[in-house]
């Protein structure tokens, strides 16, 4: 007999998950230490990266709770790991949402799920929060960790109040061909899942 509450096994998916998803945004994250118009290229490069494992979880979700939980994860994450927690509500918001967004579709029509992906990918967004709020504190945080006035400068040109919005929207327009991508790449999972 089916059941709506989570199991051990939903539990144990969520956390192989997130810790995919962690490698991958810490992996690009690295990137961003090359060249600060790097760091607003995640809102391309991360959801088309993040893409294929996400549409795996996709595929081993059918509760709602699952997608919310992980982003409740990755917000602590985000914590533990230095970068406070301005972004959070952002994080579990777009989380929320796009389970909810998947759950319309039972969880297996993948037009709920490609347009679900992209809104939890906002979350990567929640990266250029302290850059937004707290600027000249990060700018100095930037500076006393040995990074240069040029590439602080062309950070704050890169990611600003005026870019945001942009950034906003190529994240979900990237997020949404990444599900597409995604898709592809794991077609077989999809039809054993039963996802159309």
């Not at 533990?80 to 509500?89: F, H, I, K, Q, R």
């Not at 777009?94 to 297996?108: M, V, W």
Request: net charge positive.
């Amino acid at each position: 007999m089916k059941t709506n509450k989570l199991t051990a096994k939903d539990f144990i998916t969520i956390g192989i998950f997130t810790a995919i998803w962690f490698v991958v945004e810490f992996a690009v994250g690295m990137l961003g230490y090359i060249h600060p118009y790097i760091v607003a290229s995640y809102v391309v490069i991360l959801p088309l990266v993040g893409a294929i494992p996400m549409m795996l979880f996709y595929t081993k979700t059918e509760k709602f709770g699952m997608i919310t939980i992980m982003s409740v994860l990755i917000a602590i994450i985000m914590f533990v790991t230095g970068m406070g927690y301005l972004g959070a509500p952002l994080v579990v918001i777009s989380g929320l949402i796009a389970d909810l967004i998947a759950k319309a579709g039972g969880y297996k029509n993948f037009k709920n799920i490609m347009f679900s992906y992209a809104i939890f990918g906002l979350w990567v967004c929640a990266n250029f929060f302290p850059i937004l709020i707290t600027a000249k504190q990060y700018k100095k945080d930037l500076v006393d960790n040995g990074f240069s006035e040029e590439y602080c400068k062309s950070l704050f040109r890169a990611v600003n109040t005026k870019t945001i919005a942009i950034l906003v929207v190529t994240c979900l327009v990237f997020g949404l061909i990444g599900a597409v991508i995604g898709k592809a790449a794991v077609k077989k999972h999809f039809e054993k899942a039963g996802i159309v």
